[in-house]
T-cell receptor, first 115, second 113 residues
Framework: EAQVTQNPRYLITVTGKKLTVTCSQNMNHEYMSWYRQDPGLGLRQIYYSMNVEVTDKGDVPEGYKVSRKEKRNFPLILESPSPNQTSLYFC??????????????FGPGTRLTVL | DQQVKQNSPSLSVQEGRISILNCDYTNSMFDYFLWYKKYPAEGPTFLISISSIKDKNEDGRFTVFLNKSAKHLSLHIVPSQPGDSAVYFCAALTQGGSEKLVFGKGTKLTVNP
């Protein structure tokens, strides 16, 4: 089954304790991206990757890191989480556009609470 | 500054009637406009898209209309079904760059039996 998986689905942690949220896709997509969803703000892009070893900042990258060592995986790293990073996080992937829109497939989400 | 706006946080319609969800945008450089549907505890799923060079795209019960002069698009669902109850996000995309989807805040649609 074609899918984007995220782990963990739920996480409660404390300020300053490093954490990683994993994202994996099995569709051989070049493009992967992380979004966060906050009440009243919709989804905002954190980081994206156009291919292996190619990553770039989105709209709200502060406090986050990413890596793309393999095509299928795109982990999101919070080196020193803070309460303002409490949010619902989504990973997405797609083929790169080539004249038409390529659907972005989203993972199920990771609900993170930083105390 | 919000580039994609959904001004109605919620909409309630009766089963069998038409649901119309609206979206406005400010950036005339967008190449595609999309609608995503989101159920609780799930990720958004793609529903329908429209190229900026088109004014209508239809897929079954779902039709998206684009009015470029007004920078406005709408999603029509006919007939509405209780299973359509979800949050609908309007999004826009500029190709050739970050492939970033710029989302609106979403409209929660409730279809009453």
């Amino acid at each position: 089954e074609a899918q984007v998986t995220q782990n963990p689905r739920y996480l409660i942690t404390v300020t300053g304790k490093k954490l990683t949220v994993t994202c994996s896709q099995n569709m051989n997509h070049e493009y992967m991206s992380w979004y966060r969803q906050d009440p009243g703000l919709g989804l905002r892009q954190i980081y994206y990757s156009m291919n292996v070893e190619v990553t770039d900042k989105g709209d709200v990258p502060e406090g986050y890191k990413v890596s793309r060592k393999e095509k299928r995986n795109f982990p999101l790293i919070l080196e020193s989480p803070s309460p303002n990073q409490t949010s619902l996080y989504f990973c997405a992937s797609s083929f790169l556009s080539s004249g038409s829109y390529n659907e972005q497939f989203f993972g199920p989400g990771t609900r993170l609470t930083v105390l | 500054d919000q580039q994609v706006k959904q001004n109605s946080p919620s909409l309630s319609v009766q089963e069998g009637r038409i649901s119309i969800l609206n979206c406005d945008y400010t950036n005339s450089m967008f190449d595609y406009f999309l609608w995503y549907k989101k159920y609780p505890a799930e990720g958004p799923t793609f529903l329908i898209s429209i190229s900026s060079i088109k004014d209508k795209n239809e897929d079954g019960r779902f039709t998206v209309f684009l009015n470029k002069s007004a920078k406005h698009l709408s999603l029509h669902i006919v007939p509405s079904q209780p299973g359509d109850s979800a949050v609908y996000f309007c999004a826009a995309l500029t190709q050739g760059g970050s492939e970033k989807l710029v989302f609106g805040k979403g409209t929660k649609l409730t279809v009453n039996p």
